[in-house]
């Protein structure tokens, strides 16, 4: 993915709030989601952020605003999902993004603009739904010192599981619990162990947890039986977003041996509404590089383009907002800050270990990309971690309370972002969910 003019740092819209300081949607991200006016009966359709309004993609098609490839890529975005754009393919996604970068320029004619000015609505006005049917959804476990932490928790011992270092691994999740940003869930109830118990309890979740995540949206599929070499992984991947593997840890660690994660994960998953396309991320590519006397992926998990610039510079931030954060209007209180790039495997790296058994993704498919920890422990992506277990509470600054693990009414909103010299600021917005009071049963 190259370097392009939908790149150029100088580059401005006639969308004015597009020029915002800060502003997370600049020309140079467009990034794509599903919306509706909030409160309205109207059909939910694909869109593209810009400043602080949403372009209706399909209906500015309408008004022949495109054509050719372009035309093709916006009528199939104008759907009630973007399964039809996603299945499309990184040469139709190009010929959009072009169109939407000169629509939307502050260059652009007085023809283009008018029939794109009235197919803007306001971003405060709309409500967001997930961006695809989702079929399936698979969460990797790629940050090697969230595996080493947590790993301390379970197995002080022996932290990293032996085949960590050789190949990104990861287990099935549960599509249907995942959710758009602002959607609240109820805390879940389930079975725990206790330490030093001879039987489990029944109850509400006492360890709830948040998991700092970005997640990957997959672009055309691969047919049952026919892996994607790794070459070839990015161009079945459309684009990312933030996501919040919410985990009930005390569920968690009393069922996944030997099978893994069923019901301590199981109960909601939170994704950003817009997807930042991989083309719109192209600036930000660091080399994938592996500490001095680590193994080497084998050949299969290997690349010169993965090895040059496979890892993704993404800027990403936990904040936790309480109840009595919000009592006093208060933002909340940063928990946690790191990069994407610390991921010991990479997105394209993921694409050819799911597909290298010959399992087929399909467009709209969902993976997560595990826990985001950075090396030093300001960087931990969960409470468990920052905790240690939950054997030291972690500080909220602002408010003068401590948390171990999350309580009722608490607000989890993940930010990410991505800058460097040269290029353009852009954003991923927000990911958000509040923890609503378990359901008793
Ligand atoms: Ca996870």
Redesign the pocket.
């Known amino acids: 993915m190259t370097i392009n003019r939908t790149h150029d740092q100088r580059a401005g819209s006639w969308v004015a709030s597009a020029q915002a300081t800060a502003c997370d949607f600049p020309i140079q991200n467009l990034p794509f989601g599903v919306f509706r006016r909030a409160g309205s009966s109207e059909h939910f359709r694909g869109g593209v952020a810009i400043g602080d309004q949403v372009l209706d993609v399909g209906a500015a098609a309408s008004k022949g605003a495109f054509s050719g490839a372009a035309l093709a890529a916006a009528t199939a975005c104008g759907r009630r999902t973007l399964n039809e754009l996603l299945a499309l393919g990184p040469a139709a996604w190009h010929a959009l993004r072009e169109a939407l970068f000169d629509s939307l320029h502050a260059n652009a004619g007085p023809a283009a603009r008018d029939a794109l000015a009235s197919c803007l609505v306001p971003q405060r006005e709309v409500e967001m739904a997930l961006p695809t049917h989702i079929g399936n959804y698979t969460?990797f476990?790629t940050s090697i010192h969230h595996a080493r932490n947590v790993g301390r928790v379970v197995r002080p011992d022996d932290p990293l599981t032996p085949n960590f270092q050789w190949m990104p691994i990861a287990y099935h999740g549960r599509a249907s619990s995942v959710v758009v940003s602002g959607t609240p869930f109820h805390r879940p109830m389930g079975q725990a162990m206790p330490p030093g118990a001879k039987a489990p309890v029944y109850g509400a979740c006492a360890r709830l947890d948040f998991?700092l995540?970005m997640g990957v949206w997959i672009g055309p599929g691969n047919p049952l039986g026919q892996p994607v070499p790794i070459a070839q992984a990015e161009a079945h991947v459309f684009g990312m977003c933030l996501l919040n593997?919410w985990?009930a840890r005390d569920h968690q660690f009393w069922e996944m041996a030997p099978l893994g994660p069923f019901l301590g994960?199981n109960f909601c998953t939170s994704v950003s509404p817009w997807i930042v396309t991989l083309e719109a991320l192209a600036p930000y590519r660091v080399p994938f590089e592996r500490p001095a006397g680590d193994p080497l992926p084998l050949a299969y998990l290997d690349d010169p383009a993965v090895r040059a610039g496979g890892s993704l510079d993404v800027q990403l931030e936990v904040r936790l907002q309480s109840p009595v954060h919000r009592a006093r209007s208060l933002a909340g209180d940063r928990l946690s800050a790191t990069s994407f790039r610390h991921q010991y495997w990479t997105v394209a790296q993921m694409v050819a270990q799911h597909t290298v058994g010959g399992c087929n993704l399909q467009s709209g498919d969902l993976l997560?990309t595990?826990?985001i920890s950075g090396p030093t422990p300001g960087e931990a992506g969960a409470l468990v971690e920052l905790s240690a277990g939950g054997t030291r509470a972690v500080p909220l600054q602002s408010s003068g309370e401590e948390r171990r693990f999350l309580q009722d009414g608490d607000c989890v909103i993940l930010r990410g972002w991505c800058e460097r010299p040269g290029a353009a600021r852009i954003g991923f917005g927000e990911c958000r969910g509040e923890v609503l009071p378990a359901v008793e049963s």
């Open positions: 969460d476990y998991e995540e593997d985990s994960k997560g595990g826990t």
